[in-house]
């Protein structure tokens, strides 16, 4: 079958990866200016799909791409959306979706609470915090059809979809393997632009990040298809040079511990001197999933106090 033409509007993007994978992104803005919005991946064979992610839940985001399906995929019966870790970005339009097209929707269990948890966030310019609270709304509405663990099979059709369990970006963050053509839909996992952050627990979790990279990396992959950005299509690679890229910054953190930095701060300042006001929290609580680490691995010792993590 001859691959389908891609679409550009103001609004969306739609790419054709192979013949029954679509990627579809929504413009929005995120957290900071080039990074891009997250993927929706439409999964489908004759007329059975599933969705991985559900894109924004704010009202124009939601018709972009219910439009799109209605248009271009009028035929498919859209059984599952599966979501790849509770962040708003990924979940917020699981509940319209589940209701206009009567899916399920599932995700790990470990996102039970935090789904259930609005996130504010008081360093996202103010232009664009009501959308940020509509996504936030939505998410914690979302309809779970069931919680699901690592090893979770979906069989729809000619369709063969495997949960793996990959905590790190959140603790309960699953990446979806599509048998069918070794794809691996990577959420927040894996991103195709930079590198992804990471918080200390409950949030996040370094140590276990890592673990999960390097799980990962023993499946044979043809392309990694992820939470934001554009398709990868050296998958080994990309997963090695992920795990260097923490491993080196762990080094930059015991050098830096070693010449007299203790306090979770300094280090910031140290390795971040110029970091723009909306990405501090985020480098903070980066910084802090390595200190943790490195406690969880006996290389330090902490003294965590009003939110001040210190070296000792
Ligand atoms: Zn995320
Ligand atoms: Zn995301």
């Known amino acids: 079958m001859k691959k389908k033409s891609n679409l550009y509007s103001d609004k969306y993007i739609v790419k054709h990866l192979t013949t029954s994978v679509i990627q579809h ?16 991946w439409i999964v ?9 992610d559900s894109g924004f839940g704010d009202r124009t985001s939601f018709l972009s791409l219910k439009n799109y399906i209605n248009n271009y995929l009028p035929n498919i019966k859209i059984h599952y959306v599966l979501l790849t870790h509770h962040h708003s970005d990924h979940s917020s339009g699981a509940r319209q979706l589940s209701e206009i097209f009567n899916s399920k929707v599932l995700i ?15 360093d996202i310019p103010v232009r664009y915090r009501k959308k940020r609270q509509k996504w ?22 000619n369709l063969n979809i495997e949960a793996l369990h990959t905590p790190g970006h959140t603790l309960g963050s699953i990446c979806y393997l599509f048998r069918n053509e ?19 627990p409950p949030n996040g979790d370094m140590n276990l990040y890592l673990k999960s990279l390097k799980k990962l990396n023993r499946y044979k992959l043809k392309y990694i298809a992820p939470g934001h950005g554009n398709v990868i299509t050296n998958p080994k690679q990309k997963i090695n040079k992920l795990i260097l890229h923490r491993l080196k910054r762990e080094k930059q953190i015991i050098d830096l511990i070693d010449q ?8 910031l300042d140290a390795i971040y001197p110029n970091l723009q006001k909306g990405l501090k929290n985020s480098a903070l609580n980066q910084i802090r999933s390595h ?9 330090i010792q902490l003294k965590i106090d009003q939110n001040k993590w210190k070296v000792i």
């Open 108 to 122: 790990h269990k470990q996102e039970k609470k935090m789904l259930k948890t609005r996130t504010e966030s008081d």
């Open 136 to 157: 936030e709304d939505e998410k914690v509405q979302t309809p779970i059809s069931k919680y699901i663990e690592h090893g979770y099979q979906i069989n729809i059709g």
């Open 291 to 299: 200190l943790h680490r490195l406690k969880v691995l006996n290389k």
């Open 182 to 200: 070794r794809i691996l839909f990577s959420g927040d996992t894996i991103l195709g632009y930079d590198t992804v952050s990471i918080s200390a």
């Open 25 to 40: 992104t929504v413009k929005n803005f995120q957290f900071i200016k080039g990074f891009p919005a997250s993927n929706t």
């Open 44 to 52: 489908y064979s004759n007329n059975d799909a599933i969705l991985v």
């Open 260 to 267: 007299g930095h203790k306090l979770d701060s300094d280090l």
